[in-house]
């Protein structure tokens, strides 16, 4: 992987032992007519749609100066066992990077665009350029209604922004398909020998988080948010700096995000990655009451809490369309666990 530049730049909810919430019977079901409801004074959402912007590409490939490049972002994702952890045997699934910036960089200009659902990108840029790299960054950016900043920084290297490039090429007179681009994964056996994937899986578990929303609120703003991974963050309290961020967790203004081998790695923990979007999702757009601590299947927990993590791990499985929630850990990712969220055969229900 590469770190290309800096872009600009107690909550402590435990992700990794989950609570199940579950069913004590039969209730009245509410709806309310939009008329009627109330939103909280922190709610910044709003669903009516104005003009949104994403990355700006100011040349035009109608021009006879102009030709177009275009191609293809992907990355690896590394499968789960049934019992949650890693599956190296299997053939990792190539996935499309979606909504990603992506920058044609050149001397003396970059254009740039944004991926679509299927990791497509075209950029129109100068002919008769030399020396051009095509630059994909793990963020995702629009400015307007909707609008969204949703970043993936390598904390323990002042937050730099994670990306992947080409090699250089020269542009002349023609248009230029094919430039692709796939973040690989690369396992040796007992350790990754490239991971350059890492931050592009966790960009897409947010991709699907903050869709799920927009699927149903059209406008809505999201506050920018930074993804803090590293291949040194391990399960460690201490400074975020040195990799030691505790766990997996929503601060209540970033994530961070275990990446450490043989300890704990949540990168591939697609409902681990979402859980903690969630909790961010319900300070900024609602309100977050919980007082945090450790939580895991029949304990009884404070009602703020279990409301908190209850709502977590079911909106990951409604972003993934996945009941099945994965996290793997310990030596060579060999470890993990696994539930049925549909599962409500809890020791305490409540």
């Known amino acids: 992987?590469?770190?290309?530049?800096?872009?600009?730049?107690?909550?402590?909810?435990?992700?990794?032992?989950?609570?199940?919430?579950?069913?004590?019977?039969g209730g009245d079901s509410v709806t309310a007519s939009a008329s009627t409801v109330s939103v909280h004074p922190r709610a910044a959402i709003q669903c009516v749609v104005g003009a949104t912007s994403g990355p700006v590409n100011n040349l035009d490939c109608a021009d006879s100066n102009n030709v177009s490049v275009s191609g293809?972002?992907?990355?690896?994702?590394?499968?789960?066992?049934?019992?949650?952890?890693?599956?190296?045997?299997?053939?990792f699934v190539s996935m499309p990077v979606r909504g990603a910036t992506v920058d044609a960089v050149y001397p003396g200009g970059v254009q740039s665009a944004a991926t679509d659902v299927n990791g497509n990108y075209q950029i129109c840029v100068p002919?008769?350029?030399?020396?051009?790299?095509?630059?994909?960054?793990?963020?995702?950016?629009?400015?307007?209604q909707p609008g969204w900043d949703f970043t993936v920084v390598d904390n323990?290297?002042?937050?730099?922004?994670?990306?992947?490039?080409?090699?250089p090429f020269n542009v002349l007179a023609s248009n230029i398909t094919a430039k692709n681009r796939h973040a690989q994964t690369v396992w040796g056996g007992s350790s990754y020998t490239k991971h350059e994937a890492a931050p592009f899986a966790i960009l897409d578990s947010i991709y699907d988080a903050y869709r799920t929303v927009l699927n149903e609120c059209k406008g809505a703003q999201f506050p920018a948010l930074?993804?803090?991974?590293?291949?040194?963050?391990?399960?460690?309290?201490?400074?975020?700096?040195?990799?030691?961020?505790?766990?997996?967790?929503?601060?209540?203004?970033?994530?961070?995000?275990?990446?450490?081998?043989?300890?704990?790695?949540?990168?591939?923990?697609?409902?681990?990655?979402?859980?903690?979007?969630?909790?961010?999702?319900e300070h900024n757009f609602s309100r977050l009451d919980s007082i945090g601590g450790s939580h895991s299947g029949g304990d009884i927990l404070d009602i703020r809490v279990a409301?908190?993590?209850?709502?977590?791990?079911?909106?990951?499985?409604?972003?993934?369309?996945?009941?099945?929630?994965?996290?793997?850990?310990?030596?060579n990712q060999s470890q993990g666990f696994f539930f049925n969220l549909e599962d409500n055969n809890c020791t305490n229900s409540g």
């Open 1 to 25: 992987m590469s770190i290309i530049k800096n872009k600009n730049g107690l909550v402590g909810l435990i992700p990794l032992l989950l609570l199940q919430a579950c069913s004590g019977g």
């Open 72 to 91: 293809v972002i992907s990355y690896d994702r590394v499968p789960h066992n049934p019992d949650g952890s890693l599956d190296y045997t299997a053939a």
């Open 127 to 144: 002919k008769d350029t030399n020396g051009m790299i095509i630059r994909a960054y793990a963020e995702m950016k629009a400015t307007g």
């Open 156 to 167: 323990t290297q002042g937050q730099a922004l994670y990306s992947i490039q080409t090699a």
């Open 226 to 281: 930074k993804i803090n991974w590293s291949e040194n963050n391990v399960d460690v309290s201490g400074s975020p700096v040195d990799g030691n961020i505790t766990t997996t967790a929503f601060d209540g203004e970033q994530i961070y995000v275990l990446g450490k081998e043989d300890a704990d790695t949540d990168e591939y923990d697609g409902h681990v990655i979402i859980h903690e979007w969630a909790h961010y999702f």
């Open 307 to 331: 409301f908190s993590e209850g709502f977590s791990n079911a909106y990951s499985a409604i972003s993934t369309g996945d009941v099945n929630y994965y996290d793997s850990g310990g030596g």
